[in-house]
């Protein structure tokens, strides 16, 4: 998975509603673009290079998995959007202008992108708003901090702040409600992955399953009647232990605790893998251990069909992995659904992901956290 990059963003609108069009662009570019960490004031400043009416701007700092080329390719979308008209005739009105300030700390320089913005420095309606969410940050080619910037810009526009704040659109998705949520599925679903962006979009603390650590998963798929009980009392022991530790250790950095699967996974795949005796007995191990678990405020089971679940294992290259046949991957989603319906002390949400890929297509991610957050709301 890419890792996000922090980009630094400049908004500004001087042509019809001002406000509702800046707003309108905060929201395309947390659907389009990436989490809004930080929307700074809003100022009002005189138009710079042609008589027109006042601006309006802010600045944003938004987390991000596109390239500095493709997010600008992703903000002329938004411009064209909401109303955007470039004649290439120079400075003139317009609905809203979206610059990229900084993208990290890169240096880019092409026909059409320069990173940072060649005159933010020399612009008060831009360094205003930035010195408020990123007055500490250093420009890449001048070797100095916004804050200093701030300082020795000549610029000597009036730059006031107006008292309306615009708001972040992340707050729709709003896990305050969860102290703890899981994020279960059939073998590549996507559940890391989900759970991983989660994290990172919403501060959360993030329990990953330790299936590489265990010794007896690849022998499991060379010979299953032989390995299914080691590996699945080896699989409970290690789940009981990380979860009873991770849930038992107070992180007040973090808002709430994710979930890459949920322990009851044990009891699901132990009754496809064992043969009745077996399982019989790990059922009753099995008990003993949960019922001095924390249960999950919600668990979110991720349905994905076995074509894509095929083309997801391949894709992932894990070598043990690849002759999973498609029967096995059957009985699993067949094993999940079953607990799932039979399950009542569960808030239980599953939601059919076939036809998304929300690790490439951030619309398809926020669908799943829309569902996700209209579940609270219930």
């Known amino acids: 998975m890419m890792q996000l ?41 005189p138009s710079m290079g042609f008589k027109s009416d006042d601006f309006l701007n802010t600045c944003l700092i938004v987390e991000t998995t ?32 979206i610059d990229i300030l900084f993208y990290e700390d890169r240096k880019v320089s092409t026909k059409t992108l320069e990173i940072p913005h060649p005159e933010m420095q020399n612009r008060q ?5 930035l010195n408020d969410i990123a007055a ?13 910037l701030l300082v020795e810009c000549t610029d000597s526009s009036q730059v006031e702040p107006i008292r ?33 962006m989660i994290s990172m979009d919403f501060n959360a603390k993030l329990i990953l399953e330790r299936f590489a650590d265990n010794p007896f998963l690849p022998k499991f798929y060379e010979d299953q009647t032989r390995y299914a009980f080691p590996l699945e009392m080896s699989f409970l022991a290690d789940r009981y232990q990380q979860i ?28 496809i893998t064992l043969q009745e005796d077996e399982f019989k007995l790990y059922r009753k191990l099995f008990y003993l251990m949960h019922k001095d678990l924390a249960k999950p405020d919600l668990y979110v089971y991720l349905y994905q069909n076995t074509e894509r679940l095929q083309e997801n294992i391949k894709s992932r ?7 999973i046949d498609t029967e096995y991957l059957e009985k699993i989603n067949a094993g999940y659904i079953e607990f799932l319906r039979n399950q009542t002390g569960f808030n239980v949400q599953l939601i059919d992901i076939s036809d998304m890929d929300f690790v490439k297509n951030r619309h398809d991610y926020l669908k799943i956290l829309d569902k996700m957050c209209d579940y609270s709301d219930k």
């Open 66 to 97: 596109l390239t500095p080329t493709r997010t600008i390719k992703e903000i002329l979308k938004v411009e064209k959007r909401l109303g955007r008209e470039r004649s290439g005739k120079g400075y003139a009105a317009r609905t809203i202008d």
């Open 244 to 271: 009873s530790d991770d849930l038992s250790q107070l992180d007040l950095f973090k808002d709430f605790i994710v979930s890459d699967y949920d322990v009851f996974k044990s009891l699901i795949f132990s009754k």
């Open 5 to 45: 990059k922090k980009v630094y963003l400049s908004l500004g609108s001087n042509k019809g509603d001002k406000f509702k069009n800046l707003q309108d662009a905060v929201n395309e570019i947390y659907q389009c673009i990436g989490n809004v960490k930080l929307i700074s004031k809003v100022y009002q400043s």
């Open 164 to 196: 309306i704040w615009l708001k972040n659109p992340r707050k729709k998705h709003c896990f305050t409600k969860f102290n703890y949520l899981a994020i279960e599925g059939n073998i590549g679903a996507g559940k890391t992955s989900l759970a991983t």
């Open 136 to 148: 500490d940050v250093m420009h890449p080619r001048i070797n100095k901090s916004v804050s200093e």
């Open 125 to 129: 309606f831009v360094l205003w708003p």
């Open 317 to 323: 290259g894990r070598k043990y992995e690849q002759e």
